[in-house]
């Protein structure tokens, strides 16, 4: 499985000239006839909307309103997955039909990317540039922030426009950066992991990636629309007030909704179904535990966010009036639906960043995971008692009194789970033959960044503290801390790590090495004065504060801008190495016992040539018993025959 | 099966991924009714956290309710809808094979026809949809119901016309409903997950009609 950058060998058929090729790719449906598609059914239900509500003016003389706009996104995004072709196959369906399926193929030209593939490989990359670059524009509204806050008197953005960045770019990580590990490793790997040669629901897969495109798009798009004051958490009366631009984030959040629902739904089918034989559930890997954890605290969450966003737009849209109490609605509504879902959703961010830091860790300390029944029993406790501490984001806003103390008390149970990964990883490393390469050096920062938002989390959870704290920036370096500091840092390692296998080359540890120290000191010294800045004060989302932070402040900056500079670092490098040099690795460089790593450089297109049986672990390392992990070539059985 | 040549064990790889399909069916429908089920979850946390707040007695100030005629019909048939899919899966498995073909069809315009009642009903409400609370709610629930609902007509449409198309495939060998073929049994995962699903969503309407019609 590799990229061709250089040649285009078609799409669809092999050997065909490149013109016809190209033709028929455009034909099939892809990125260019959706957006044409899209743009249609945008202007087609901006229209609608306008001829049934026209008088609900939202901005005065703008022809626009809520429902001019929600009508034209959602048929921008029916027209979206019409002209990508994937609409093909449900309407064939209601003839008793069926859609072929695109052949898989050894390799793919550079086109293929950007139509809708079912190829879990192709999907995987699709997810891993596009959930890069929704970072790094995620990023660059933080050094927004960063420069505004430079200064407590001179200011770069009105107040109305600082507020609209910090909710785009919290917005913008919380919500797209919940696929930042399922969406490419998930897909890419999982199957291999477990031994299969496809996914359950590789129309589901396909369609989980291309709803975070228009996601993104709408989501950047409240930038001109005048944004939405609420913030990503989107708290009523402010978000039912806003303008047009509350109304992209209600919707793009709502297509992410889709996404996770469908991805979730697709990994958890084949998780279940598809492992080769002899793959038991304790054979299973770290990531994929992780990913099945994940996905089913996705499924019992997601919809509940659906519900809170649905009531925000028909607040917004049709003029119900849940969210508004003078008639007998709550704006408090909103709180419980959104919480409900918003904090599992901290651990659909922080589980696979653990389950992929235990996946990698035992690889470079040559030892088996420490306890790995312990990790699978973390995994499930934090995802099981996420679902009961959602009201300590409620603790400051009117909850009853009398039930703070369940939820601090449920709060600070998880600590109890998070702390079961923790010490996993740390039993993982004790005494292991450790190898510091890049990705090493990641999964390590992954530990020294967790312990710091981990602990202050405990604090959090305190209802004196958290009266104290709320709403300040020692809140805000807590969840980077253990968001940006634990999952981003697990993203990277495992990006040095799985290059080889995702695109036959392997990074210069030499430039990685820089990347990792410059990323590491620049993290800590951003968010670890915002500790003490938070604790001296200075409130989130105001984009003034006292003169006496401001050294504190500049100092935050500038360890920012170092920061975004490590990360430019790594995208110029990582595509110069991809695109130029490619530098060529062997099958199986970090020597790892993964079956996925079994399969050889590049990945074949059914994976596996015959269905493996699994013999063992992947994780025996240092045992000199230990026999391979699956014989890769069982006999098979004619095709056909009676079984 | 084949003869073993050697000590290793023996797979058929188009038996095992067959196997593995009709496993994920089974698997993604029960997790569809789990979706389902959340979703309206949500909707019956509004209802009930709304009533109980009562904000400014503007819950339901005059208890008015939707058209409870038109709510009880959306009740019957969908109750009606996965009765009769029901039995006539039952008769499938049995190898009637025409039996469950008029059942599905039956169950297919049934659960159309509550889908647009349930729309139509949004067109007759007594009050506006920010008149009181209760109104919100129910004014919010309606479009997910037909949509929930019109989603379950789709899936018995495509069953029964899935049906229609691979009937013949599978005449020879006992039909679609007793045939070993895989074409058959993914048919028959497909019809038990449609089975599956219409029941959870006849469940809701029970629990809904209870929640807005009678406890209101």
Redesign the interface.
């Known amino acids: 499985m590799a990229i061709d950058m250089s040649q285009s060998t078609g799409v669809g058929q092999s050997g065909g000239a490149g013109g016809s090729s190209a033709a028929r790719w455009f034909a099939r449906g892809n990125i260019f006839t959706a957006t044409l598609f899209g743009a249609g059914g945008w202007f087609f239900g901006h229209w609608w909307g306008n001829v049934i509500a026209g008088h609900y003016t939202s901005v005065q003389n703008s022809g626009t309103n809520d429902v001019s706009w929600l009508l034209g996104a959602i048929f921008a995004v029916v027209a979206w997955f019409i002209g990508l072709g994937a609409l093909n196959h449900?309407i064939a369906?209601?003839?008793?039909?069926e859609a072929p399926m695109a052949e898989k193929k050894q390799k793919y030209s550079i086109m293929e990317y950007f139509s809708y593939s079912t190829d879990h490989k192709v999907v995987g990359i699709q997810y891993l540039f596009a959930m890069l670059m929704y970072f790094f524009v995620a990023g660059l509204l933080a050094l927004g922030i960063r420069t505004e806050l430079l200064s407590p008197t001179y200011h770069i953005w009105g107040p109305d426009t600082y507020i609209e960045i910090v909710g785009e770019h919290g917005t913008m990580m919380m919500m797209m950066m919940t696929s930042i590990i399922m969406g490419p490793f998930g897909n890419f790997l999982v199957p291999l992991m477990i031994g299969?040669?496809?996914m359950?629901?590789p129309r589901l897969e396909a369609a989980s990636f291309w709803f975070t495109v228009p996601a993104f798009f709408f989501l950047l798009s409240a930038l001109w629309q005048g944004g939405f004051q609420s913030g990503w958490t989107g708290y009523a009366p402010l978000s039912i007030q806003g303008g047009v631009g509350q109304d992209a984030y209600l919707f793009s959040f709502t297509l992410m909704a889709l996404s996770m629902?469908a991805a979730s739904?697709n990994m958890?089918?084949?998780i279940?179904?598809?492992r080769a034989?002899g793959m038991r559930w304790s054979r299973l890997s770290v990531l994929t535990w992780g990913m099945i954890t994940t996905a089913f605290t996705m499924?019992?969450?997601?919809?509940?966010l659906?519900?809170?966003l649905?009531?925000m737009g028909?607040?917004r849209a049709?003029?119900?009036?849940?969210l508004?109490?003078?008639?007998?609605?709550?704006p408090?509504?909103w709180e419980?639906?959104f919480w409900?879902f918003g904090h599992p959703e901290v651990y659909l961010l922080a589980l696979p960043g653990f389950a992929i830091t235990t996946e990698i860790l035992p690889v470079f300390a040559r030892k088996p995971v420490f306890a790995l029944k312990t990790s699978i029993a973390g995994m499930i406790g934090v995802a099981t008692l996420s679902f009961f501490v959602w009201q300590h984001h409620l603790f400051n806003s009117g909850m009853n009194p009398d039930m703070r103390p369940l939820f601090m008390l449920s709060t600070e149970l998880i600590s109890i789970p998070t702390g079961f990964l923790y010490l996993v990883g740390m039993g993982t490393v004790w005494r292991g033959r450790l190898r510091f390469n890049v990705p090493m050096l990641f999964m390590l920062a992954v530990f020294f960044n967790f312990l710091w938002g981990g602990i202050t989390g405990v604090y959090n959870s305190d209802v004196p503290v958290d009266a104290l704290i709320h709403g300040s920036f020692f809140v805000m370096a807590h969840f980077h801390f253990t968001i940006m500091g634990q999952l981003m840092f697990a993203v990277f390692g495992a990006i040095y790590y799985y290059t080889p296998l995702f695109f036959g080359i392997k990074l210069s540890e030499k430039l990685g090495k820089i990347h990792f120290w410059t990323m590491f000191v620049a993290f800590n010294s951003t968010f670890l004065p915002l500790f003490i800045v938070g604790w001296l004060g200075q409130p989130r989302r105001v984009f003034e504060y006292a003169a006496r932070l401001q050294t504190l402040n500049q100092w935050v900056s500038i360890s920012a801008y170092v920061l975004g500079l490590s990360l430019a670092f790594f995208v110029v490098t990582f595509i110069w190495q991809l695109v130029v040099t490619r530098p060529k690795s062997e099958p199986n460089p970090w020597d790892s016992r993964g079956l996925e790593w079994q399969v050889g450089i590049p990945v074949p297109k059914d994976n596996f040539d015959?269905?493996p049986?699994i013999l063992s672990s992947p994780y025996e390392y240092g045992n000199p018993n230990a026999g391979p992990m699956a014989?890769l070539s069982?006999?098979?059985?004619?095709?056909?025959?009676?079984? | 099966?084949?003869s073993?040549?050697?000590e290793?064990?023996?797979?058929?790889?188009?038996?095992?991924?067959h196997d593995?399909?009709l496993?994920?069916t089974w698997?993604?429908s029960r997790?569809?009714v789990?979706?389902?089920a959340?979703?309206y979850?949500?909707?019956a946390?509004?209802f009930f956290?709304?009533r109980s707040?009562?904000?400014?007695g503007?819950?339901?100030p005059n208890h008015i309710t939707a058209s409870t005629i038109i709510g009880t019909t959306i009740l019957v048939l969908m109750v009606v809808a996965a009765l009769v899919n029901y039995f006539g899966a039952r008769r499938l498995r049995r190898g009637m094979v025409v039996d469950w073909q008029v059942a599905a069809a039956f169950t297919a315009l049934f659960v159309l026809v509550a889908g647009g009642m349930q729309i139509w009903e949004l067109t007759r409400l007594p009050f506006?949809?920010?008149?009181?609370?209760?109104?919100?709610?129910f004014?919010?629930f309606g479009p997910?119901n037909a949509f929930a609902i019109l989603l379950s007509a789709?899936w018995a449409?495509?069953a029964?016309?899935?049906?229609?198309?691979?009937k013949k495939l599978a005449i020879t060998d006992g039909g679609l409903g007793l045939s070993s073929l895989p074409v058959a049994e993914k048919f028959r995962a497909n019809v038990d997950g449609l089975s599956f699903f219409l029941n959870g969503m006849a469940l809701i309407t029970i629990v809904f009609y209870v929640i807005f019609y009678v406890i209101a």
């Open positions: 449900p369906k209601l003839w008793g039909g299969s040669k496809r359950a629901f629902l739904t958890v089918a084949t279940i179904n598809y034989p499924i019992l969450s997601v919809p509940v659906i519900d809170g649905y009531v028909m607040d049709v003029q119900t009036s849940m508004y109490g003078q008639h007998g609605g709550s408090f509504l419980n639906l409900f015959r269905i049986v014989d069982p006999t098979v059985a004619s095709v056909g025959s009676d079984a | 099966m084949a073993n040549v050697d290793r064990p023996v797979i058929d790889e188009e038996a095992y991924y593995a399909s496993g994920a698997t993604a997790t569809a789990a979706m389902v959340t979703l979850g949500g909707i946390f509004a956290y709304l707040l009562n904000s400014n503007q819950w339901n506006q949809p920010s008149s009181f609370g209760y109104a919100s709610v004014v919010a997910v789709y449409e495509t029964v016309m899935q049906s229609v198309r691979i």
